[in-house]
């Protein structure tokens, strides 16, 4: 007798399955409904970081709005970490489809401050990193570290984003990143400031590129890039 599938089974009916954006129940094999994967993750959209002397892009496969909104603030701030491998998966399909796979050799991650990680227990980017890692057939790598515990940047407006994140994020120890190129993960972007300051910090470490990657975009309206 399996009793880990009979457990699985009452708690099912305990507890069915529902739609994490719009909460209908689904089967158990689903996260979300049809419907609302359809309206949620149509394409990926693609935007280029604020930077000046580089040209990095990055994409998500969907925009920070209704139930992609709601359905990322329950997997950053609430213990949601069960919905980090649907978003990766959503995720390493949006770099497929971009034909951006190539141009990339290691995963790494937006880190946490180590207070900010131990306050919510988990790196939300991290774990989406190292999924999207084994769904790619890339190494993860962790890369950067932060050493100062800044703002939270959706308290900020635009400048005082970009002064926030200044010099927040270092190289680990040990860490190699000479001729490697970077698919670098983050769950939200609304400026790019984040991203642009631990790219930089990767390319001064002699990274020999940088695509970024996040669950969903936020702010002025994405658009798309010729590869």
Request: hydrophobic share 35%; with cysteine.
């Amino acid at each position: 007798m399996n009793w880990k599938k009979i457990f699985r089974a009452l708690l099912a009916l305990l507890y069915p399955p529902r739609c994490m954006f719009c909460g209908k129940r689904v089967s158990s094999e689903l996260q979300a409904c049809p419907d609302c994967e359809k309206e949620v993750f149509p394409d990926p959209v693609f935007f280029q970081l604020p930077m000046h002397r580089q040209v990095v892009y990055g994409m998500a496969p969907g925009t920070y709005q209704g139930g992609l909104r709601r359905a990322l603030i329950q997997f950053k701030f609430y213990g949601r970490r069960e919905y980090a491998p649907y978003f990766a998966d959503k995720m390493a399909e949006a770099v497929q489809k971009s034909g951006f796979l190539d141009r990339v050799s290691v995963v790494t991650d937006v880190p946490l401050s180590r207070k900010r990680l131990l306050s919510r227990g988990y790196n939300q980017s991290a774990l989406l990193a190292k999924s999207i890692a084994k769904k790619l057939g890339l190494p993860y790598e962790e890369t950067l570290e932060k050493i100062r515990d800044n703002l939270p940047q959706h308290q900020l407006g635009v400048e005082d984003r970009r002064k926030n994140v200044r010099q927040v994020y270092h190289l680990r120890d040990r860490a190699s990143v000479d001729g490697k190129r970077y698919l670098l993960v983050d769950d939200i972007v609304t400026t790019g400031e984040t991203l642009s300051e631990c790219t930089r910090t990767l390319f001064s470490g002699g990274a020999a590129g940088v695509v970024c990657l996040a669950t969903a975009k936020a702010g002025k309206k994405p658009h798309r890039i010729s590869e």
